[in-house]
């Protein structure tokens, strides 16, 4: 697989405003995200910036980003803009959709998101960790891949998504964690295709793939990465980067 690693980035965002350029450990934490993506070694680096200071925050630590539309409407289309920008001759046939505000994530979680594509079946690959706080099973802000591995493997078929408690029964649940690997094709597809009716119930983009026949599989990892979208978790975030 020849992998291009695109982080998309905005500064708009209603509980932590201009996030992106936010200090952590002496740097932005794009710029973080960045050097995490880089660390995974799973190919060049990207930033699809929805804003000219993201850019010049990118550039000014030596890193590459793409001004794309600002008005774009989600993560994905301004991944694939950026894709068309960089890259028009297709040289890169999967994509790596890295969140941009994910500044401590393991860079291993980065390439085992992928490693799902290396099966030609599979459109779209991702990531889950076993839920182990009792809490976290029944809150909606946690999303749970609808999955089973089979003893030895670590990676499985999602059959859906929800923020409902599921499967019912005894066993473990899944925590989706929000890293997509894309055939460029499927990447192309998707972000052609409208909102489908059960990613607009449930607001979980990655359920308009799965509406129109999409393959996605999971790669099983150890820890969910800490995301930041508050203040205290943006303390966690230096806290943790200062060690």
Known sequence: MNSLIVIPSRLASTRLPNKPLADIAGLPMIVQCLKRAEES???PVIVAAGDQEIVEAIEAHGGTAIMTDPDLPSGSD???AAVEAYDPDEKYD????VQGDLPTLDPHVIAATAEP???AAVDIST???EITEEDEKTNPNVVKAYLAFKQGSHTARALTFTRATAPFGEGPLYHHIGLYGYRRDALKQFVSMPPG???QREKLEQLRALEVGMRIDATLV???PLGVDTPEDLEKARQLLAG
Request: glycine share 4%; net charge positive.
């Open 94 to 97: 999967v994509i790596i959709n």
């Open 41 to 43: 070694k799973s190919g």
């Open 197 to 199: 009716l059960l990613e």
């Open 127 to 129: 990531a889950v960790a």
């Open 117 to 119: 594509l290396k099966n």
């Open 78 to 80: 301004r991944v694939w």
């Open 222 to 224: 150890k820890t969910v």
